[in-house]
């Protein structure tokens, strides 16, 4: 019962560096997600993908990239890091096709990524 | 404005006790309605989703005021495994794709 699954858990980067965050997930869902949680913030949707082959813009895109590889990958890059990317990165899914109180989201473990 | 907004907290309250949290949406489109739990350093997990007429589920009660754009988590006798943050998500009708997530409220049940 692996659900969504982050790599890695932990990564520190000087600023400039650049870096990709993986996410996987084995629920068939079509729907994923990058959020970022940050002290006091909540969390923030970066960028999202309803479908293979799609991706749009969340609340804080700015210095992010994503790829949806396939139905089940869902990638972050971070070209340059800056410190104010320092924060903890969730990955979600949910089963699309459905509003309502049944489109759930589903989360991994998180990666905390520190840019010093 | 804020999408969601939640009062911080923290809530401490004894084992035993009745605490509720309400939180407000700003967008009258909201659609859907969840609570979610998130331990320290933890991933969020759903609660429960809210319905329209409100819902139980054991000691955990869901309401929605649509006329006040609030909803509201009720929780009974209170458990020290119930110390988490409480996070309040809504969607919209515009794009059930987008949750919106306020920054939560953390609930200490000391004994």
């Known amino acids: 019962n692996a659900g969504v699954t982050q790599t890695p858990k932990f990564q520190v980067l000087k600023t400039g560096q650049s870096m990709t965050l993986q996410c996987a997930q084995d629920m068939n869902h079509n729907s994923m997600y990058w959020y970022r949680q940050d002290p006091g913030m909540g969390l923030r949707l970066i960028y999202y993908?309803?479908?293979?082959?799609?991706?749009d813009k969340g609340e804080v895109p700015n210095g992010y990239n994503v790829s949806r590889l396939n139905k089940r990958e869902f990638s972050l890059r971070l070209e340059s890091a800056a410190p104010s990317q320092t924060s903890v990165y969730f990955c979600a899914s949910s089963e699309q096709g459905t509003s309502g109180i049944k489109n759930i989201q589903y989360f991994g473990a998180g990666t905390r990524l520190s840019v010093l | 404005r804020k999408e969601v907004e939640q009062d911080p907290g923290p809530f401490n309250v004894p084992e035993g006790a009745t605490v509720a949290f309400n939180c407000t949406y700003s967008n009258s489109a909201s659609q859907s309605f969840f609570w979610y739990r998130q331990d320290c350093r933890k991933e969020p997990k759903l609660l429960m989703s809210v319905y329209s007429s409100g819902n139980e589920d054991g000691r955990f009660t869901a309401q929605l005021n649509r006329a006040s754009q609030y909803i509201s988590l009720l929780i009974r006798d209170s458990k020290l495994s119930d110390s988490a943050t409480y996070l309040c998500v809504v969607t919209t009708v515009y794009n059930f794709n987008k949750f919106y997530f306020g920054s939560g409220t953390k609930l200490n049940v000391k004994p």
């Open positions: 993908s309803a479908s293979e082959g799609t991706t």
